[in-house]
């Protein structure tokens, strides 16, 4: 089956400590995105990617990096520098960027706590 | 700015009809989604629209209409299993997609 799959579900990190969230998708797709979602509030973009070795930063960057090596693969690592990792975390394909109506598939989440 | 606005929260009975209201203000215009998300989960695809008018897509419609920068998801027959948060998105001039922060709908019996 395709999808995107995120690992692991929960994740819990002291305060401090860089962590990676992984993200795979096997749909073929050109891009992936990051997003970050507190509770009440919309989906805010971190990062993204349109193509291998090439990324955008998002509204919401700092504190944040990823790599695209891979089309598959779109691994966003949350520093110490960020202020406030506490948070649900999504990642998310679509077929082309900036084609208008390609719908963004989305994978499980990871929430991540950091005590 | 950049700007949706969502109702917060709202209540319907089951087996009753709701109508999710979106208000939009981008800088352009590429296309509207709805999604749905369950709590803890990821949010899924529910209707795109581009043009304005009605699209139905079995209990549930979207309508836009790009003069009044403004859409609405409505539900029919509603069911316990509706009862998620529903997203409104937007893509702006930049092909980049805005999210609105979500209506919570609450279906009771």
């Known amino acids: 089956d395709g999808g995107i799959t995120q690992s692991p579900k929960y994740l819990f990190r002291k305060e401090g400590q860089n962590v990676t969230l992984s993200c795979e998708q096997n749909l073929n797709h050109d891009a992936m995105y990051w997003y970050r979602q507190d509770p009440g509030q919309g989906l805010r973009l971190i990062y993204y990617?349109?193509?291998?070795?090439?990324?955008q930063k998002g509204d919401i960057a700092e504190g944040y990096s990823v790599s695209r090596e891979k089309k598959e693969s779109f691994p966003l690592t949350v520093t110490s520098a960020q202020k406030n990792p506490t948070a649900f975390y999504l990642c998310?394909?679509?077929?082309?960027?900036?084609?208008?109506?390609?719908?963004?598939?989305f994978g499980p989440g990871t929430r991540l706590t950091v005590l | 700015g950049q700007n949706i606005d969502q109702p917060t929260e709202m209540t319907a009975t089951e087996g009753a009809i709701v109508q999710i209201n979106c208000t939009y203000q981008?800088?352009?215009?590429?296309?509207l989604f709805w999604y749905q998300q369950h709590a803890g989960e990821a949010p899924t695809f529910l209707s795109y629209?581009?043009l304005d008018g009605l699209e139905e897509k079995g209990r549930f419609s979207s309508f836009l209409s790009r003069s009044k920068g403004y859409s609405y998801l409505l539900l029919k027959e509603l069911q316990m299993k509706d009862s998620a948060s529903y997203l409104c998105?937007?893509?702006?001039?930049?092909?980049?997609?805005?999210w609105g922060a979500g209506t919570k709908l609450i279906i009771k019996p």
């Open positions: 998310a394909s679509s077929r082309l960027a900036g084609a208008g109506s390609d719908e963004q598939f």
């Open positions: 998105a937007v893509i702006d001039s930049n092909y980049q997609l805005i």
């Open positions: 990617s349109q193509i291998v070795n090439d990324f």
């Open positions: 981008t800088s352009g215009f590429n296309g």
């Open positions: 629209n581009v």
